[in-house]
């Protein structure tokens, strides 16, 4: 396709705002391709490369000013181009408002205005992305300058905004997915899969239109091409108990995501086989059969030059094909540091060895996407982390705190569903100096790129509350001697309204305590329930504030913790009814 075509769909497409006209416009641009399908979809997303892949063009928003000012000639400076930029804030239409072409005798960056096709432009931006070493940046702005001097209008407006990663057209992810679908009449869903399993709207748009939905079926997980990792939201361990049979708690660590690749035959990068223009992968790790291991960052960059001791770890614990999630955590004297030690790290492209003296990190693997030729992507959270035990041979991360952690291994799940176990798991996390507890739902597949609502990361209570101790229960079985749960006031004018009860993060030494100390203030009992006069103040964490009519005050509290008692506050100190109140609006 020529790419002043591509250019005239683009703007169509940029001038429509109906999702649905959007995927028709999409549809017909990929219907129209040829072999440069595969860039096609990438392009109208405002992509150059596979989503799998980390290389950039690595060009400065100066040096493309540069370019656009010399391809605009003699009298126009980068300046200028930035002065315009200043004033319509899209350098496409900066780019757009210019004369190009008028820079002849320059036959070897295409001089005069002969027509660009798209793979030509593929081609160009590609050797731009290849260009290192001293002089590159010349080369850079070369190489674009070449192509500026060679469109039109349309085709400078898209061409900039293509290389500054502005496309801005409305074309999203869903809006290709659903084009190849209509395009090449295949269901919707095998796309969304094997998009989710090459992470290559290219690759998966070709196999698409030429192998139909048996090729889309047919796509895998390859170990050494990155997938999109899967994402938590923020959530409660009420919702979590209330939307699950059970909950997967584990710690939650303060590091960076990777994605762990080991093959002991060596990694090649898939998807690389094929030579028709716009296929080839720009990276040079086809050749790299030596390389066993290979780790990416949360966006696809390839950190393990940074990562000797976890590829020293995968090295001596793997031997079968795998894919693997987690954690990179930076350790001192078994505490974790902040996540920005390890960032320094992933960022250090000298001098490892010295780094690595300095802060040693440590891999928490969480999940296990491939295994000995299997994709587990549709496999339950359990069996996933049970393919993790096995393929780590049990190299279990300390989540033990009495073994505090001091080594790469595999993250310990425990599914349960009595909140208690989970206040015990987020407390250990917490006294080791993680950062809290994601809760998984046990059942659920690994759904790449999704923040969905089967992984919740539950931070720690921001506030807590001071609450008077007006009843409680006792306990049952071995805690039939000791108080077990415990009714919580709020102070108002005329006395106490109750908002709860707390019987969750209380050891058995704690209830021994607890019991010695309320006993004396038990003023009537009837059965298990004893009422107590107000004397004691426990602090109590909690994750919610909830309007309900089931305790005196009108509110209830959301998963209540005992942090402690408060021997320093009298009934009088403890929190007001209206303090509740306005900590329940500012939620
Ligand atoms: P956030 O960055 O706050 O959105 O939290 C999600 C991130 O927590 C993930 O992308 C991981 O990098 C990190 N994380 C730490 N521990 C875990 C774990 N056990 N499971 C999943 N993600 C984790």
């Given at each position: 396709m020529e790419f002043a075509e591509f250019a005239e769909r683009a703007r169509d497409i940029e001038g429509t705002s109906a999702d649905t006209a959007i995927v028709d416009a999409v549809t017909e641009l990929l219907l129209a391709a040829d072999d440069d399908l595969e860039v096609l979809a990438r392009f109208v997303q405002g992509r150059v490369f596979p989503a799998w892949d980390s290389t950039t063009l690595d060009i400065g928003p100066n040096y493309c000013y540069a370019a656009i000012a010399r391809a605009a000639g003699q009298n126009v400076s980068?300046?200028?181009?930035?002065?315009?930029?200043?004033?319509?804030?899209?350098?496409?239409a900066v780019a757009a408002s210019y004369d190009f072409g008028g820079q002849t005798g320059?036959?070897?960056?295409?001089g005069g205005r002969e027509s660009l096709t798209v793979s030509e432009v593929y081609d160009e931006l590609e050797a731009l992305a290849d260009a290192e070493g001293s002089g590159s940046q010349d080369t850079k702005i070369d190489i674009l300058f070449g192509l500026f001097n060679r469109t039109d209008e349309d085709e400078a407006r898209y061409l900039a905004r293509l290389v500054l990663s502005e496309m801005r057209i409305g074309v999203g992810e869903g809006s290709v997915r659903d084009a190849v679908a209509a395009a090449f009449d295949v269901p919707v869903e095998e796309v969304e899969r094997a998009l989710q399993v090459s992470n290559d709207y290219g690759r998966v748009a070709r196999v698409a239109r030429e192998e139909g939905v048996e090729g889309l079926e047919s796509l895998d997980l390859d170990v050494g091409r990155p997938v999109q990792a899967m994402l938590a939201q923020a959530g409660t361990v009420t919702d979590a108990l209330e939307e699950w049979e059970t909950v997967g708690v584990e710690w939650k660590y303060d590091g960076a995501?990777?994605?762990?690749?080991?093959?002991?035959?060596?990694?090649?990068?898939?998807?690389?086989?094929?030579?028709?223009?716009?296929?080839?992968?720009?990276s040079d790790a086809t050749t790299d059969d030596a390389l066993s291991v290979r780790i990416f960052s949360r966006n696809m960059e390839d950190v393990t030059d940074a990562l000797p001791e976890v590829v020293e770890y995968a090295e001596?614990?793997?031997?079968?094909?795998?894919?693997?999630?987690?954690?990179?955590?930076?350790?001192?004297?078994?505490?974790?540091?902040?996540?920005?030690?390890?960032?320094?790290?992933?960022?250090?492209?000298h001098d490892?060895?010295?780094?690595?003296?300095?802060?040693?990190?440590?891999?928490?693997?969480?999940?296990?996407?491939?295994?000995?030729?299997?994709?587990?992507?549709?496999?339950?959270l359990t069996e996933r982390h049970d393919r993790l035990q096995a393929v780590l041979a049990g190299t279990v991360a300390g989540t033990d705190p009495d073994a505090p952690s001091s080594f790469s291994g595999v993250s310990a799940l425990t599914v349960t569903d009595d909140p208690d176990e989970i206040a015990g798991v987020e407390e250990n996390a917490l006294d080791t100096g993680h950062e809290g507890i994601m809760l998984k739902n046990p059942e659920s597949t690994y759904s790449p790129g999704r923040r969905g609502k089967n992984w919740l990361k539950r931070k720690p209570d921001?506030?807590?509350?001071?609450?008077?101790?007006?009843?409680?229960?006792?306990?049952?079985?071995?805690?039939?001697?000791?108080?077990?749960?415990?009714?919580?006031?709020?102070?108002?004018?005329?006395?106490?309204?109750?908002?709860?009860?707390?019987?969750?993060?209380?050891?058995?030494?704690?209830?021994?305590?607890?019991?010695?100390?309320?006993?004396?203030?038990?003023?009537?009992?009837?059965?298990?329930?004893?009422?107590?006069?107000?004397?004691?103040?426990?602090?109590?964490?909690y994750e919610e504030i909830q309007a309900s009519p089931t305790y005196s005050s009108g509110y209830a509290l959301r998963f209540p913790r005992f942090l402690g008692v408060r021997d320093d506050r009298t009934p009088?100190?403890?929190?007001?009814?209206?303090?509740?109140?306005?900590?329940?609006?500012?939620?």
């Open positions: 980068a300046d200028d181009v930035e002065a315009r930029l200043a004033e319509s804030g899209d350098i496409g320059l036959a070897e960056f295409g995501r990777v994605q762990l690749h080991y093959d002991p035959e060596g990694l090649t990068m898939p998807g690389t086989d094929v030579t028709s223009s716009g296929d080839a992968s720009p001596a614990t793997l031997d079968e094909p795998v894919i693997l999630d987690g954690e990179v955590v930076a350790m001192e004297d078994g505490e974790p540091l902040p996540f920005q030690e390890v960032l320094r790290r992933f960022r250090r492209k490892v060895a010295r780094a690595r003296e300095e802060v040693a990190v440590e891999l928490r693997a969480f999940d296990c996407l491939h295994a000995s030729g299997d994709d587990l992507l549709d496999a339950p921001v506030e807590t509350l001071d609450l008077v101790v007006t009843g409680a229960e006792w306990g049952e079985g071995r805690r039939a001697s000791f108080l077990g749960t415990f009714l919580l006031s709020a102070r108002t004018d005329s006395g106490y309204e109750t908002l709860g009860k707390v019987a969750t993060g209380i050891t058995d030494e704690e209830l021994a305590h607890l019991t010695e100390l309320l006993e004396p203030h038990i003023r009537s009992q009837d059965g298990q329930d004893v009422d107590i006069a107000p004397e004691v103040v426990f602090e109590v964490g009088d100190d403890a929190d007001s009814l209206s303090r509740v109140e306005r900590l329940a609006d500012t939620q």
